[in-house]
């Protein structure tokens, strides 16, 4: 779902909308690498997927699985953004 950067911090009404309600929040902040595979497999199937990572991006939000992706997923991903905006400002 593409969405403006400013509708993603204002808009919460996605949250609703998540697999994730359906299980207790303990599972999206898993304490190893069988945990995180649980979440995101809950994840996979969520309806609001792509706004809960865009969320969980904008916000920083470096604890637990947002949007199928890991902690350290999340990171990547904005490297390789930054990576790519400064590619495409220079
Ligand atoms: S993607 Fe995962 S954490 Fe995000 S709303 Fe859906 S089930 Fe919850």
């Known amino acids: 779902m593409a969405r403006s950067n400013v ?12 697999n994730c309600n359906n299980h207790p929040p303990a599972v999206f902040f898993p304490s190893d690498g069988v ?13 609001v997927k ?18 199928a992706t890991s902690e350290r997923q999340r990171r990547r991903i904005l490297k390789a953004r930054r ?6 400002s220079s």
């Open 7 to 18: 509708s993603v911090c204002m808009d919460t009404t996605w949250m609703a909308s998540g």
């Open 83 to 88: 990576a790519q905006r400064v590619s495409v």
């Open 35 to 47: 945990g995180v595979e649980v979440a995101k497999e809950i994840c996979s199937s969520c309806p």
């Open 50 to 67: 792509e706004s809960c990572l865009e969320y969980a991006l904008d916000h920083r939000v470096d604890h637990g699985v947002w949007g």
